[in-house]
């Protein structure tokens, strides 16, 4: 008997990996309050900064944040054949992975392959489960490991669970030590959610948008108006242009529309009643160039036309009525998935400006994750990050909140990972990476402070603190 055939990405290693999601970490957090920094006026700080493995800390937050964290974003190792860090790695030897392969001819690009797999499954889902209902999962990978992640990634979460795909361009000029190929001048961001029926549609601050990225996003070509209901703008007409759409297919959706100018009344009638009514002018459906068939239809019922009538702009044109829609959220904008602008350089400019220059090696922009989470997530959002790397997130999260008066909340996770030997990071005294996302957050926070007069303790003035620039330190140790 053969083994049934199904569709789905598999590698020696997969089971053993997945088993450990499940295992109980044999460790506790155990505070730092020494290592800490306050929260308003004092007080212990929301935000918190976890050391040590991620996949023993993600188990450990379990039953304190199950299905709370409303955005994950994570910028794991990518895999560019280097060695992992993590005490869970399935790194197989050459002898193991071709037992359980019987792969000879690609046993290098293989194990490489299955050892970074084995290393994210588990965290991935265990990171599921502290998904709220409506969060996602923002990961960001390069081409080395993104077709896989996507496999990977729509197991762990479900079909239809990416909704989200962005193409961020990292380095417009492009790496001219690719080797093989074009000069790559991008990365991917793939987003997957809990349950994708109940993610919306992301929309970013439209001037925050062309200020950061304004060869995608561009000036409005339209003018804000103002009614009895507050500002608006004009864009779409309310018939479907989309011909399939007809009195055929869409019976229900093709009727007239009859306006009184005066007294702003609507009324609609079916499309074959010929009846008039003093006053009103009426709006039939474009004509459909579709053989055998006469209308377009309408994009709204007719309930939702009588109803919400106040969101319709009607205009006669040339003799004829049109009827536009409202779009009231006039600050907002559809957030795409292209990223040009916020770059690797920004990134590393960002952190030279707090007097971290070169001390680490690929930090994201701040700017970068900013646009993500304030465009995806709500102003009262538990952000969670468990590649911490140089706490970009915590300071985006943080400089949001200065922004916005958002109350925001991050947990980072970032293993005590040892700096390379007379590296720029040991040079300025930072032992390991988690020492270095936590003396940025400090400096980011000092500069927050300045910007909003809003320090520790107390304003100058006297007033309260609203703003959380602090964090809660707390450590992965043994069990006793």
């Not at 002898?95 to 991935?124: K, N």
């Not at 991917?188 to 994708?196: E, G, H, M, Q, V």
């Not at 400089?399 to 970032?414: E, H, I, S, W």
Request: proline share 5%; aromatic share 8%; charged share 25%.
């Amino acid at each position: 008997m053969t083994q049934e055939e199904h569709y789905g990405l598999t590698w020696p290693g997969k089971a053993a990996a997945a088993a450990s999601a499940r295992t109980c970490a044999d460790a506790v957090l155990v505070d730092v309050p020494e290592e800490s920094e306050p929260g308003p006026d004092g007080a212990p700080s929301a935000h918190l900064f976890v050391e040590g493995d991620n996949l023993d800390a993600l188990k450990l937050l379990t039953p304190h944040l199950a299905e709370s964290v409303d955005l994950a974003y994570i910028d794991p190792p990518y895999n560019t054949g280097s060695d992992f860090v993590y005490d869970d790695s399935y790194a197989l030897t050459r002898r193991q992975y071709r037992a359980m392969s019987g792969d000879r001819a690609s046993e290098e690009e293989g194990r490489r392959h299955s050892a970074w797999l084995s290393m994210m499954l588990p965290r991935l889902m265990v990171a599921r489960n502290l998904l709220a209902p409506s969060g996602v999962l923002l990961i960001s990978v390069d081409h080395n490991e993104v077709a896989q992640l996507r496999l990977v990634g729509t197991e762990v979460f479900g079909p239809g669970s990416l909704v989200g795909d962005f193409t961020w361009v990292s380095n417009l000029k492009g790496r001219q030590i690719s080797g093989v190929g074009p000069a790559r001048t991008h990365e991917s961001i793939l987003c997957f959610a809990r349950d994708p029926a109940r993610v919306g549609r992301f929309t970013g601050d439209a001037a925050e948008l062309r200020r950061i990225m304004p060869a995608v996003y561009k000036s409005p070509s339209y003018t804000v108006e103002h009614d009895a209901r507050g500002p608006y703008v004009r864009k779409n007409e309310l018939h479907n242009t989309n011909s399939r759409f007809n009195e055929v297919t869409a019976p229900t959706m093709v009727y007239r529309i009859h306006y009184q100018a005066e007294t702003g009344r609507v009324r609609v009638s079916d499309i074959d009643d010929p009846t008039t009514f003093p006053g009103f002018v009426t709006a039939m459906p474009h004509p459909n160039a579709r053989e055998g068939i006469s209308w377009h239809a309408w994009r709204w019922s007719r309930s939702r036309v009588l109803a919400d009538h106040e969101d319709l702009d009607f205009r006669v044109v040339d003799g004829r009525l049109r009827i536009w829609t409202k779009v009231r959220d006039v600050a907002g904008t559809a957030l795409k998935d292209l990223v040009i602008g916020p770059s690797t350089s920004t990134g590393k400019a960002e952190l030279q400006e707090l007097g971290l220059k070169e001390v680490f090696e690929t930090p994201k922009p701040r700017v970068l994750l900013e646009t993500l989470v304030g465009s995806i997530a709500p102003k009262n959002a538990l952000v969670l990050d468990f590649f911490a790397g140089s706490g970009t997130t915590g300071a985006a999260v943080m400089a949001l909140n200065a922004r916005d008066g958002g109350t925001r909340r991050f947990v980072l996770v970032q293993r005590a990972e040892a700096v390379a030997a007379g590296s720029h990071a040991e040079r300025a005294g930072f032992a390991d990476v988690a020492a270095i996302a936590r003396e940025r957050l400090r400096r980011d926070a000092e500069c927050l402070s300045a910007a909003t007069g809003q320090g520790a303790g107390r304003r100058a003035d006297g007033a309260s603190r609203a703003l959380d620039l602090g964090f809660r330190l707390q450590r992965v140790a043994p069990r006793a």
